[in-house]
């Protein structure tokens, strides 16, 4: 046997070796809490776009996997796809497009808890929030977050309503900060098919990304 | 080949580990839950009862976030607010709809405890929680 079939075995047997401690890991896991029924914690290949895509959407009550099927009132929930029909739909979350079933009037949910007449105050106004990176820039639209939301709901908690006053990026928002506190739970989460909803301006013609500090301060120029 | 026992060795578990794997990884998506619903496990199973399962997509065709998230004082954080059947009964959080006025009233036990006995709580489908954040909290440990 030569170097060469020894460093292939030996290759081979990290491999074998590798998925079966993470195996061993995973078990040691699942009989600590053997009870525990959802997605194992930090799942974070599930973020991948090249896995295999949820076929099952929009399942019953009965077979979504937190139901417990043995519960008779389980059976007599509303389907979701029995509610969702007409709706608009979209390719996250719910497969429902909420703000624009809301709009095209699909569904008008009440303002206030008793009365079905009273209407949302709305305020139409568009905040840019400019990128630094070559992504388009941010239009936050009032409108659509009004339709929906009270001003306390977000001022003065989550952003203070003041010009430069909310400095955020996507990881606090994928951290649950910021827009996270509702988008990527209820509203449209944050997905490779949904950046553009919020980054949304092109970038001016002449702009062009700014350059990084170790190039500007690059001593062999 | 002195190394043959040892190579079969190793592809035998090679090949259980990756089957192991695929196993691990189907019985991961089983949850097919609908995006926004929220497990609620404080107090439910150590009173012996099944968790409550609030199905945010539901009651959001009926009503807009406003009303619970600002008039009813709800928190924006599954599990935050500490709901007791007591605080129902009482005309506080579900029960300012859910007295039989609004909404079907709590003699309905099973319509809402209607979980996985021992399931945490969590928001099912939330970014946060797939990506960092532990499945669950207890309360005390705040």
């Known amino acids: 046997m030569n170097f060469k079939t020894k460093s292939i075995s030996l290759a081979f047997a990290l491999v074998a070796v590798a998925p079966l401690s993470a195996v061993q890991a995973e078990d040691a896991v699942i009989a600590q809490s053997d009870t525990i029924n959802v997605a194992s914690v930090s799942a974070v290949n599930t973020f991948n776009r090249n896995l295999k895509k949820e076929t099952n959407i929009n399942a019953a009550p009965s077979e979504d996997g937190i139901h417990d099927p043995a519960n008779d009132s389980t059976h007599v929930l509303q389907p979701p796809k029995e509610a969702f029909s007409g709706f608009v739909t979209s390719k996250f979350g719910n497969y429902v497009d909420w703000v624009k079933t809301l709009e095209e009037g699909k569904i008008n949910p009440r303002w206030d808890r008793i009365n079905p007449a009273e209407e949302a105050f709305v305020m139409d106004m568009d905040i840019v929030r400019e990128v630094k990176s070559s992504v388009p820039d941010v239009i936050f639209p009032h409108r659509q977050h009004t339709e929906w939301l009270a001003c306390a709901n977000c001022h003065p908690t989550i952003f203070i309503p003041q010009q430069n006053a909310n400095q955020f990026n996507m990881s606090s928002i994928l951290l649950g900060k910021d827009c996270g506190v509702c988008h990527g739970k209820v509203s449209f989460p944050v997905t490779t098919k949904s950046c553009g909803l919020c980054h949304s301006k092109p970038k001016p013609a002449d702009w062009e990304p700014p350059m990084s500090q170790a190039s500007l301060k690059n001593p062999w120029k | ?142």
């Open chain 2, 1 to 142: 080949m002195i190394l043959n026992p040892l190579r079969k060795f190793i592809n035998k578990f090679a090949c259980v580990g990756i089957l192991a794997g695929l196993v691990l990884m189907l019985g991961s998506q089983n949850v097919h839950a609908e995006y926004g619903d929220v497990v609620i496990n404080n107090y439910s199973d150590a009173a012996g009862m099944r968790p409550a399962v609030f199905p945010h997509w539901f009651h959001r065709i009926r009503f807009r976030c406003k009303v619970c998230h600002a008039d009813l004082g709800f928190e924006f954080k599954a599990g935050g607010n500490k709901i007791t059947m007591a605080k129902i009964i009482d005309g506080q959080f579900c029960g300012a709809c859910h007295n039989g006025e609004v909404a079907w009233s709590v003699e309905n036990c099973n319509m809402c405890h209607s979980g996985n006995p021992g399931t945490p709580t969590h928001f099912h489908g939330s970014t946060v929680q797939r990506l960092v954040a532990p499945a669950y909290k207890s309360l005390e440990s705040k």
